[in-house]
């Protein structure tokens, strides 16, 4: 399935509000904004046009849309693309950790104590898995 072709924003339109399906997004004069009649948010253009940005908002995160034409697409800034990597390389390094605890431990270790070390890292590879995929 092929994502559809973006749209640039165009200041003299209103388009839907995209935390809203009733609000309209009408543009500020003199500015390159949006302000929605329902919620009551403003939204900035960014990137040439093509992405519009809630201004102000308690979400920790920036939201963005992209136009398609008919709908607002959430953007996915590239701060967020950058956390999959880090996520893997963390994740097999635990991955790694298990391993080496539970194959290699010293000779003095108990089993008991390799258990509990396998027992930990595994539920901080669990508890990393859930906060990379929580949105």
């Known amino acids: 399935m092929h994502s559809p072709k973006l749209q640039k924003v165009d200041l003299n339109h ?3 509000c995209p935390c809203r399906r009733r609000g309209r997004l009408v543009p500020i004069t003199l500015t390159e904004a949006f302000g929605c009649n329902r919620c009551q948010q403003i939204f900035v253009l960014q990137e040439n046009g093509y992405v519009i940005e809630q201004l102000s908002t308690t979400y920790p995160y920036k939201r ?13 800034s590239s701060l967020a693309r950058g956390y999959f990597p880090l996520t893997l390389a963390i994740i097999f390094g635990l991955l790694f950790l298990l391993l080496l605890t539970t194959l290699n431990s010293p000779l003095s270790a108990s089993v008991t104590f390799r258990v509990i070390a396998a027992l930990v890292l595994s539920m ?7 906060l990379a995929c929580r949105r």
């Open 64 to 76: 963005a849309w992209r136009w398609t034409g008919h709908q607002w697409n959430v953007a996915h």
């Open 14 to 16: 209103d388009y839907p």
């Open 124 to 130: 901080m590879l669990v508890l990393m898995l859930l």
